[in-house]
């Protein structure tokens, strides 16, 4: 649509627009209202700034026709040449900041909102947010906030605060665009901001030839983790076999457990049981690691035994291009209403049930954190680096292909397990994405996301290891972050689920304090100040020379004496959250009786740094015999604030 057909649609749907008048070709230009914009109006043109066919604050008739004449000149430099079906434009000028508002298309999201920073230097600047059509108020603002514009709506240096003309702008946007959901591009560019609110004074859309088919598929699932009786089909006696990982895993469980295995024999005291026919029972969960061809076949011998929950270990699916293998296995959950995890998975594990169908580590801490995973191989190194660090799960789970079970179907079955209190994920590609958006939205639990496959190389690898797009990360970082989700840049802060403020440090180095304090304050955390109170306690115990602030810097020559009475002091403060305990290797330092005294019940979470080599070995050995977290750069302790 051109943008004199545009105008009285936008002004009906609710937006400012500017006074305007459209003029043929060649027809004589007479207007009563100036100054004015004129702009050509051609469907061979979209970018009409880039070929000069925009000319700015005209003041009467004479200049229009001027304008015009040179204009079309300049077209015509360009290869372009008008025709009677082209025209102009002339839009009353408006004075003030000019925004941009989009709407893209987008193939895992969606219709996704751009809003942030306008004008011809748009790509250049990039400072845009993404919001969701279907975003409330507060998703909007914490979208908004994340541009570098949005100071200037919190009102900047004594202009009006103007936040709430903003929201109510994308609110408006969002409604245009839910009555025209054959939208695929729309740009509003610029978008003039002053006193009197927003106007759209520059606008082109296009619409999709077809209407795409947008109907969520919505499904009324069994629980996942209802799980009373399980079989591992595929159960090996052979300790190089994924059959064996998983059914010496399986042994813990507390229900009703049968390994099959058609050699039959017995594994560790169990029979294997050489069919499914020998079981006369209803199997909630099966666990599948056979051969792909066979996988099919063992479903639909499965499905008469009231089986629920699949779990599909197996790989040679769509990650190598058998897309017709995974859509059968698709139609089979959605006809007989099965849950299907995986193919190509590393498997799960839920603490309730002391349930292990993994083949990774077999000594799982039982704890509060879901943690998800695209990738078996990043989810077994995060399992064993939680044994080692003694961090407990309420449920592992290995998404695989996601044939079936996507994140927010997962993430919608974790929302409502008491068991579990935090959800971390690592993503490589998203499907459905609004359904993915709206399952962390209606979650109130923390939820921190790793996103792998930022780069176009890296996307083309996620694609090849999963088979899932990955989509454009700026609009998966902004629309995460604007439901609330915490994106990390780090695997291993997936392991620890809980943000902090009012950081205290305490450390035996003033520039290592420093250096973590300028971490802290990178990932948006604070520093706990100190008041006189706190001082006066501390210098009650450390020398006189300390560093008197937070980092508390108790000198280089301290040994666990003094560590031990700043931590009395600092641990009993009661609005601190988090310490660093950050210990460098000085020849007087006895790091193991430092790190010895996390053995005490303090009150409050401490994670020591060990910065060095092989005086801290001891040390490190003692923390990782004992499962206590610690860190040896600063930059890995600081990654998961």
Not at 260 to 289: E, R
Not at 409 to 414: E, F, G, H, V, Y
Not at 627 to 638: I, V, Y
């Amino acid at each position: 649509m051109l943008e004199s057909e545009l105008y009285p649609l936008l002004s009906q749907s609710g937006f400012q627009i500017p006074r305007f008048r459209r003029f043929a070709l060649n027809e004589p230009i007479a207007l009563d209202f100036y100054p004015v914009a004129l702009k050509v109006e051609s469907p061979k043109i979209i970018h009409k700034s880039d070929i000069g066919g925009v000319s700015l604050s005209l003041s009467d008739n004479d200049a229009l026709e001027t304008a015009r004449t040179q204009m079309v000149n300049r077209i015509a430099e360009h290869g372009i040449v008008l025709d009677p079906q082209d025209g102009f434009i002339a839009t009353a000028m408006i004075q003030g900041e000019e925004l941009f508002a989009g709407v893209v298309d987008d193939p895992i999201f969606g219709q996704i909102i751009l809003f942030g920073k306008g004008g011809v230097l748009l790509e250049l600047y990039r400072d845009v947010c993404y919001i969701d059509i279907h975003a409330d108020e507060a998703e909007i603002i914490r979208a908004l906030h994340t541009t570098k514009i949005s100071k200037l709506f919190e009102g900047f240096r004594g202009s009006k605060p103007m936040t709430a003309e903003i929201v109510k702008f994308i609110q408006i946007l969002q409604r245009f665009i839910k009555t025209h959901p054959n939208i695929r591009e729309c740009d509003l560019n610029p978008v003039i901001f002053n006193a009197h609110g927003l106007h759209v004074v520059d606008a082109r859309i296009d619409y999709h030839k077809t209407l795409p088919d947008n109907t969520p598929v919505t499904r009324h699932r069994n629980n996942f983790f209802d799980n009373r009786t399980v079989a591992v089909i595929g159960a090996s006696t052979d300790p190089n076999k994924v059959g064996y990982a998983i059914a010496r895993n399986a042994l813990s469980f507390s229900g009703k457990l049968y390994l099959v295995n058609q050699k039959g024999g017995s594994f560790d005291g169990h029979p294997l049981l050489s069919s499914l026919d020998d079981i006369n029972d209803t199997i909630d969960t099966a666990v599948i690691t056979i051969p792909s061809h066979r996988v099919l076949e063992t479903i639909e011998a499965l499905i008469p035994k009231g089986v629920k929950n699949l779990i599909i270990v197996s790989a040679g699916f769509k990650e190598i291009g058998d897309t017709q293998s995974e859509e059968r296995l698709s139609t089979l959950a959605q006809q007989h209403n099965l849950n299907i995890i995986g193919p190509n998975c590393l498997g799960y594990f839920e603490a309730k049930h002391s349930l292990n169908l993994t083949f990774g580590s077999p000594n799982i801490h039982k704890g509060s954190l879901a943690l998800i995973a695209q990738s078996g191989a990043v989810l077994s190194s995060l399992m064993d680096k939680a044994t080692q660090e003694g961090i407990g799960f309420s449920h592992i789970l290995s998404a695989g292909n996601m044939a079936d079970m996507n994140f927010a179907d997962i993430i919608a079955m974790l929302t409502d397990s008491p068991e579990c209190e935090a959800i971390s994920l690592y993503a490589e590609g998203i499907r459905d994405g609004k359904a993915f958006l709206n399952s962390l939205r209606n979650c109130p639990k923390p939820i921190r996301v790793y996103k792998a496959g930022k780069s176009p190389q890296a996307r083309k690898a996620a694609f090849s290891h999963t088979g899932n797009l990955s989509g454009d990360y700026p609009m998966f970082q902004g629309l995460l972050e604007s439901v609330g989700v915490k994106i990390v840049d780090s695997l291993e802060a997936l392991l620890y689920p809980r943000s902090f403020d009012n950081i205290a440090i305490i450390t035996n180095a003033g520039g290592p304090g420093t250096i973590l304090t300028d971490c802290i304050i990178e990932r948006g955390a604070k520093l706990y100040t100190l008041t006189v109170r706190d001082i006066d306690a501390l210098n009650a115990v450390l020398p006189s020379n300390w560093s008197n602030n937070n980092p508390i810097d108790i000198i280089g020559d301290a040994q666990s004496e003094r560590f031990e009475a700043a931590l009395r002091c600092v641990d009993a403060i009661e609005a601190i959250e988090m310490i660093y305990l950050l210990i460098t290797p000085q020849m007087m330092t006895d790091t193991l009786n430092i790190v010895r005294l996390l053995e005490y019940p303090w009150k409050k979470p401490i994670y020591p740094i060990l910065l060095g080599g092989a005086m801290m070995s001891d040390a490190l050995s003692y923390l990782r015999k004992h499962t206590k977290p610690c860190f040896t750069t600063l930059h890995e302790a600081s990654a998961f604030l």
